[in-house]
């Protein structure tokens, strides 16, 4: 326990708390001697609350110390390239530390636990749809200011975003562990901004829980306006929870794409990088220049509440549409941010696991870099019955239709690189091509969405929630999974176990199936989405029962992949070798990676995917380093 | 070369099972517009579609995992194959083709429910939360909280929120269209199959949204006239202060949240309200006399009851004769 006070997450939850009730403060006192309210239902009024929730984050970083080095170069203190963590043990992992490796395992174990919250969630408010009427939800009961029908509207909206957010800290990740050990960095270009990028995350997703307590809000993560405008004091929680992550990722996603241009190999071309590279970079591109976009739409809408801008209020000129333009110019392509390195690591492990080249590399490279392009120019599809102008439904049809192309072009490339092959099915594999499947589900049921008129009937129903758990069940999910099995003997020294995994497949992937096909057909028969209680009359009942246990038997399969997880680090079976004998050249080396990765550099001597070409290398490693470090 | 006939026969097969087995599964409800006809129409070439390339890709994935698994104590690689453009190239051109014939197909299904009929009725539709209000300009404009509509005949609904958006949405009708607070949005429709169905709001507008469903009753002709008729006489009917009274609820949406037999919904119900002590959330209790009801019609959340949100009543701006009216309504409700 004295061990945990020490660490930069208590630090930093410290400060943060203070930092609200600073800034609170402050904004009450300046309304007490303006003569305006105090108090309000969550005793601070709205503005304090703001005004303290941005507090909070600056003191959690300034508390925490992610930017204490910043702060000594602004006093002209000079502080050593690297640091040598000081802690051993798990305290490492809670304290601030420049490694990328450590960040990248920061990063992961973050996105698990808001995983596993987001999915606690997620079984709340499935438990109350198994049947039609509320049972535990009521409009009687009341926690945390709000009845039944609106806490379930609040958890249902926390469950998307926190979800989100979960996967963009998974998503960076794997890209902070894998993208430097690829190329041969020693770190990422900028180690205290990638910390700084983490540790900016932490405070973010406090502010999001802590919309759940004040009051919560009933909009889902898309936060509309007019609707966004009325909610309780929570929905500002929220929009500054998401404004702050937001910077976590436009930074890290800087950091991936210089270090990539900048620190490569000897000899690592762009045709020789690893696949997965090309996904971080083709994510990297998308997250630094869209996510400014929700960002700015969600402050616009703090704005009007605070400040009566009346940016989306139809009385003051405003346009609700407007801002629906605003939130998907990024909302749509941040699905490719969530996909894309999720697909890379498909194809990255493919060839592993089916001792095969990746078949056409070059064109699997580019579908990335094309997705991440279309994907900028499709998002009023998701308001094709908006009232947005009736006419441009059409081109955004046509722009959205092409995604298919590069998306084909990877499952055709896929699975001509198993044809023939020679497949093992270790644990990272079964995710690999669970996610295949599931991903072409989710592709597959696409079309109909992008169709203006049949989406006419598709629009926000259950349809849609079967199709977009699809696609990032099978595009992020198990791809994660998948890595997480396949580099945690990188990480720790020891494997995870296999049995233990395979439980966790055999149990997710059909349970997984149902749920999403159930989803689908009362889709499409009726059932809305965001909706706290079912006409009976529609014979749901039995249907959501399936999904509801399908659920459950989900979160046991993920239950049964912690413990695995966490087991593992101290009892695993050790694996310090190569083994998936694989070609790429982190596995070259023993496992755990020592602390500033290769002790050698290497220079790339071959394609990375070459296997069956006998005698042919990818890395070699040339003469010991001069770069030596303390 | 005999793995791909093995293949290409699986996959056909596959293919034309996948269809019939999601043909037959009934995945849409009723088609109960003329709108609906061509949107199914799409739907169904999206099915076809959808199970060719299930097939496409599943059945030589299969295949392979089970023909081209690594047998026990084979350390070996696998043949070096890096790739094809050919196929690279086959696969980019064919399904941009056919993309690109979905959304021309896409565009003219559309324009097929779009299509105007000059003689369509014109019903204005008032959305709020949560409830939706009718109006009938040609029958003298009486409201109606049910939406009732004649068989075959092309109605369009011009629609208008005066809070958050709301969503039109008839599963059976397929289309549906947002309703946005500050324009007027449009939706055509031409009933087909007489029944009753449900208006579901489809775009989430807060605590109660999932109960912001109305009826919707598709009748003859004839039926609807008189229906249309009678109503229309009720209205012009009505002068006590009861009645007067009734329509006002109706008009404004306020039964969208209050219920008239003892239900509770988003808001305390009327039923057995007039007389009774309320609870407020400020633990007195108060009388539900003229004065408290003329009040709280006016400026709800003056005194809050106990349990219930302070912002989801909307400000209404009424005269005295109709706040009158209204609490004259309310006292008949025991
Ligand atoms: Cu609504």
């Not at chain 1, 309210?37 to 703001?50: D, G, I, L, N, R």
């Not at chain 1, 562990?177 to 540790?199: I, K, T």
């Not at chain 1, 220079?603 to 890395?619: I, M, R, T």
């Amino acid at each position: 326990m004295k061990k945990f006070f020490s660490t930069a997450l208590a630090h930093g939850l410290f400060w943060q708390l203070i930092g609200i009730l600073v800034g609170a403060g402050l904004v009450t006192g300046i309304r007490a001697t303006m003569g305006l309210s105090v108090t309000a239902k969550f005793f601070f009024t709205e503005p304090a609350w703001v005004l303290g929730g941005f507090f909070g984050v600056l003191f959690f970083i300034a508390g925490s110390g992610a930017v204490s080095d910043w702060y000594k170069w602004a006093r002209g203190i000079d502080t050593p390239e690297h640091h040598e963590d000081h802690h051993t043990g798990w305290e490492k992992y809670l304290s601030v530390s420049l490694d990328h490796k450590v960040i990248g395992i920061q990063y992961t174990v973050t996105a698990l636990v808001l995983l596993s919250l987001g999915g606690l969630f997620a079984l709340i408010f499935r438990t109350e749809l198994a049947q039609s009427q509320l049972q535990f939800l009521t409009v009687e009961m009341q926690l945390f200011g709000q009845n039944g029908p609106q806490l379930y509207n609040t958890l249902m909206s926390l469950h998307g975003m926190i979800m989100i957010v979960s996967i963009l800290l998974g998503v960076a990740g794997i890209m902070n562990y894998v993208v430097p050990l690829l190329l041969g960095a020693q770190d990422m270009a900028f180690p205290r901004l990638n910390a700084f990028s983490y540790w900016i995350a932490v405070p973010a997703a406090v502010l999001l829980v802590m919309s759940l307590i004040l009051g919560g809000f009933d909009t889902g993560w898309t936060g509309y306006p007019p609707l966004s405008a009325r909610a309780p004091v929570g929905m500002q929680m929220f929009f500054l929870g998401v404004f702050t992550a937001g910077w976590s990722s436009i930074l890290g996603a800087l950091n991936v794409i210089v270090t990539v241009v900048r620190m490569r190999a000897k000899g690592m071309t762009a045709m020789r990088m690893p696949i997965l590279v090309w996904a971080s970079v083709a994510t990297s591109i998308i997250a630094l220049t869209a996510t400014q976009l929700i960002g700015l739409s969600f402050q616009l809408v703090m704005f009007q509440r605070l400040f009566g801008m009346g940016f989306f209020d139809p009385a003051k000129g405003g346009n609700p549409v407007l801002f629906q333009h605003l939130f998907w110019f990024y909302s749509h392509p941040a699905v490719y941010v969530f996909v894309l390195p999720g697909l890379g690591v498909i194809s990255e492990l493919l060839p592993v696991f089916a001792r095969k080249p990746l078949f056409g590399y070059r064109w699997i490279a580019m579908s990335s870099l094309g997705i991440a392009l279309v994907g900028f120019i499709v998002w009023a599809h998701h308001m094709f019955t908006s009232g947005m102008n009736e006419y441009l439904r059409v081109p955004f049809m046509y722009s959205t239709l092409l995604v298919a192309i590069p998306t084909g072009v990877k499952f055709f490339s896929w699975v001509a690189t198993i044809w023939k092959g020679k497949i093992s099915y270790e644990t990272p594999m079964l995710f690999v091509i669970g996610a295949i499947v599931v991903f072409l589900m989710g592709g597959l049921t696409g079309p109909p969405n992008a169709t203006v008129s049949t989406d006419l009937h598709l629009h926000d129903t259950y349809f849609i929630v079967g199709h977009f758990h699809d696609t990032i069940f099978g595009g992020f999910v198990f791809p994660f999974f998948a890595a997480l099995y396949y580099w945690f003997p990188k990480a720790t020294g020891r494997r995870m176990n296999e049995t233990l995994g395979k439980i966790h497949f055999w149990l997710m992937t059909p349970s997984f199936f149902v749920m999403t096909l159930g989803m689908m057909r009362i889709g499409l028969l009726g059932m809305r989405r965001r909706i706290a209680d079912y006409d009976p009359a529609l014979g749901f009942d039995n249907t959501h029962l399936v999904l509801t246990i399908a659920g459950f038997l989900i979160a046991i399969s993920v239950c049964v992949f912690m413990y695995n997880f966490f087991n593992s680090i101290k009892n695993g079976e050790k694996a310090e070798g190569n083994v998936w004998n694989s070609r790429s050249p982190e596995w070259q080396v023993p496992s755990p990676m020592p602390a500033h990765n290769y002790d050698q550099p290497f220079e790339v001597v071959g394609e990375p995917y070459d296997y069956g070409l006998p005698g042919s290398k990818y890395v070699e490693f040339i003469a010991p380093s001069k770069n030596t470090h303390k | 070369m005999r793995h791909f006939v093995v293949v290409g026969i699986l996959v056909i097969v596959m293919a034309v099972l996948t269809y019939v087995g999601l043909d037959s599964a009934g995945l849409m409800p009723v088609e109960a517009s003329a709108q609906s006809v061509s949107i199914d129409w799409l739907w169904n070439w999206q099915i076809v579609a959808i199970s060719f390339l299930f097939a496409l890709i599943v059945v030589p994935m299969a295949y392979s995992m089970v023909i081209f698994r690594r047998r026990k104590g084979d350390i070996t690689d696998a043949e070096h194959v890096e790739g094809n453009t050919t196929l690279e190239i086959t696969w980019t051109v064919i399904p941009l083709f056919i993309v690109l014939t979905f959304a021309y197909m896409g565009a003219y299904s559309l324009g097929e429910t779009r299509r105007v009929d000059p003689n369509a009725m014109v019903i204005k539709v008032k959305a709020q939360q949560f409830t939706w209000t009718f109006e009938y300009p040609e029958y003298g404009g009486f409201f109606s909280n049910e939406l009732h509509l004649p068989v075959d005949r092309q109605v369009v609904l011009k629609m208008e929120s005066s809070d958050v958006i709301h969503s039109f949405w008839v599963p059976e009708f397929r289309v549906k269209q947002d309703v946005v607070p500050g324009r007027v949005t449009e939706y055509r429709i031409t009933p087909t199959l007489i029944g009753s169905y449900k208006v579901r709001c489809a775009e989430i507008c807060g605590t109660s949204h999932s109960y912001m469903e109305n009826a919707i009753i598709v009748e003859d002709e004839s039926v609807f006239t008189a229906w249309a008729s009678e109503q229309e006489t009720i209205m012009l009917a009505s002068q006590t202060p009861e009645s007067l009274g009734k329509i006002l609820t109706v008009k404004n949406g306020c039964v969208g949240c209050h219920s008239i037999d003892g239900t509770q919904l988003t808001a305390p119900t009327w039923f057995g309200l007039y007389g009774s002590d309320v609870p407020l959330a400020d633990g007195t209790t108060v009388v539900a006399d003229d004065a408290y009801l003329a009040e709280s019609i006016l400026n709800s959340t003056a005194k809050l009851v106990e349990g219930f949100s302070p912002t989801t009543m909307p400000a209404y701006t009424l005269t005295d004769v109709e706040v009158a009216n209204l609490i004259a309504y309310i006292k008949t409700l025991k």
